[in-house]
């Protein structure tokens, strides 16, 4: 896994450098970096870090069952968190890819460390199980209304 993660990160700076130099949109004060990978249902999930986005992204442990996705299409991947919509990109050398944009204004990170803090909250949550959900409760007991009486009612209601 750890090749794959390495090529992941090549083909990110490749791309910053071809394609995203000098693009405004992108944050100087950020680097490509892969943060937290680790094995999850089909594949390692883990953040990538760019100065043009913040993903979730997920290498296939088999690049078979994705092989026929087109960049952009889309699948649904279940999480211990639940299920997610994660994006189809292909990648020279990876194959498939899916990927989840968790930030594509980087300019409201200031720095590295923010961004790998961004990267690890968002993971956490992705692999986080939802709290068990409380039971209900029984609904309340309706207080018993005395049964009225004839006698009771001549006397004003008491008994």
Do not use: H
Request: glycine share 8%; aromatic share 6%.
């Amino acid at each position: 896994m750890d090749a794959r993660v390495a090529a992941l990160v090549d083909a990110y700076r490749a791309i910053g450098a071809r394609d995203m130099a000098d693009v405004p949109i992108c944050n100087a004060g950020l680097s490509v970096e892969a943060v937290g990978f680790r094995e999850q249902g089909p594949g390692w999930l883990g953040c990538v870090i760019a100065p043009w986005f913040l993903n979730a992204v997920l290498i296939p442990r088999d690049p078979a069952p994705w092989a026929a996705l087109l960049d952009g299409d889309k699948t649904e991947i279940t999480l211990p968190s639940g299920a997610y919509r994660f994006t189809a990109a292909r990648m020279d050398g990876l194959g498939t890819l899916l990927v989840i944009p968790l930030v594509s204004a980087m300019n409201v990170l200031s720095s590295q460390e923010e961004a790998r803090a961004a990267a690890f909250l968002a993971l956490d949550t992705l692999l986080r199980a939802p709290a068990p959900t409380p039971a209900p409760e029984p609904p309340a007991a309706k207080p018993e209304t005395p049964a009225l009486s004839r006698r009771s009612l001549f006397r004003g209601g008491r008994r």
